[in-house]
């Protein structure tokens, strides 16, 4: 039977072949950095032109239903949702900043792929918690666990700049006082 996994090795397969620039962020990155937790699907930024569709779609094939943001892995049926790049400042920095890391799974050997760093991690998923009117204890629990895995290892600075940037200043100061 085919795992989520195999649907992500596929996925980045693809994305490849076309050159395109990703990385992986979301509950995936948080559990890579953090406390693994199970999740309902993998985030992916890409940096997807729309003269790229096209060959991206065909080059999923059948095992993949193609939605707007959504590609369902169909053999697992695991979702991916994709979020376009976007062209502000963070964003940016965040793309540049991406490790390509190796990611436990259901296979027998890792994934290996582009990641989001601890820090972007933790402040998108600040930026979700705030979105989220403030009340995902699952969105709380995977920021504590990143910085109680990682935190010796953050860059503080970096996390506080934007952190203003983003507007979340108080949560992160709300995660770092706990």
Known sequence: MATPADGLAQLLSVLTRLEIQYFVGGSVASSAYGIPRTTMDVDLVVDLQPGQLDEFSTLLGTDFYV???????????????????????????????????????????????????????????????????????????????????SGKILDYEYLRHWADYLKVNDLLDRLLAE
């Open 67 to 149: 939605g707007e943001s959504t590609l369902i892995h169909l053999p697992s049926t695991y979702k991916f949702d994709l979020f376009p790049l976007r062209a502000d400042q963070f964003s940016r920095s965040e793309f540049d900043r991406r490790q390509v890391i190796e990611i436990k799974s259901q296979r027998p050997d890792p994934v290996k792929c582009a990641v989001s760093t601890a820090e972007d991690t933790i402040l998108r998923k600040l930026e979700w918690y705030r979105a989220g009117g403030e009340t995902s204890e699952r969105q709380w629990n995977d920021l504590r666990g990143v910085l109680k895995v």
